[in-house]
């Protein structure tokens, strides 16, 4: 079975600082697609990322940054110097090679005070 | 510029009430997708469309159902409206299948009372 868990629920910190937020995925299937997407309080979802399970390669856009780990199923996402346009809720997401499903994770709620 | 969009953006109806939630998407996509989001469960797949007269159930379709008959639109029926179905919906839609990224529109709040 699938599942993404994101254990933080809640995170706040202070304009600035560098924060991280967790996602740990399991999956049974070799080939499989994991995303980030951004909610803000607006409360509609944008697409931030998407990484296939062949690329391991770290990506940097921006402020914002990946490290995506098969070895410990993990796809982190880092934001560097945080802005309070920051502030959001932040889903993890997976799908597998069938097609028919993606699963999302529970999301964090980050929170960024000025 | 192309757009998803959903009407109505708020509805109170009562129990045992057929709803239909519009969705309607201006990217030219193939598929589209239904999810609701509940607290603490993240976004659930209620039904998805790979094409025109295509639909298939996700993980939580009991209770619902789609149809679609164009490109642009795929609105999502409650045949019988339940208080567990109060929740906010989200249409999306994707020029890939499930495995690529995904557009959203603004949500429907649906409250079942």
């Known amino acids: 079975a699938q599942k993404v868990t994101q254990a933080q629920t809640e995170i706040s910190v202070v304009e600035k600082e560098d924060v991280t937020l967790d996602c740990v995925y399991e999956?049974?299937?070799?080939?499989?697609?994991l995303f980030w997407y951004k909610q803000p309080p607006s409360g509609e979802l944008v697409f931030l990322i998407r990484r296939n399970s062949f690329d391991e390669q770290n990506e940097i856009s921006g402020r914002y940054s990946w490290n995506f780990q098969k070895s410990t199923s993990s796809f982190n996402f880092t934001i560097t110097a945080s802005q309070v346009v920051d502030s959001a809720v932040y889903f993890c997401?997976?799908?597998?090679?069938?097609?028919?499903?993606?699963?999302f994770g529970s999301g964090t709620r980050l929170s960024i005070r000025p | 510029d192309a757009e998803i969009t959903q009407s109505p953006r708020h509805k109170i109806t009562e129990t045992g009430r057929q709803v239909t939630l519009a969705c309607h998407q201006t990217w030219n996509h193939n598929n589209m997708f239904w999810y609701r989001q509940d607290l603490g469960h993240g976004l659930r797949l209620i039904h998805y469309?790979?094409?025109?007269?295509?639909?298939n159930k996700g993980e939580v379709s009991d209770g619902y159902s789609v149809s679609r008959s164009n490109t642009e639109d795929l609105p999502l029926t409650l045949e019988s409206a339940a208080s567990s179905q109060t929740s906010v919906y989200f249409c999306a839609s994707s020029a890939g299948q499930i495995t690529y990224e995904q557009y959203f529109g603004p949500g429907t709040r649906l409250t079942v009372t």
């Open positions: 999956t049974r299937d070799t080939t499989y697609y």
């Open positions: 469309s790979y094409g025109v007269h295509d639909t």
């Open positions: 997401a997976l799908s597998g090679s069938s097609a028919s499903k993606i699963i």
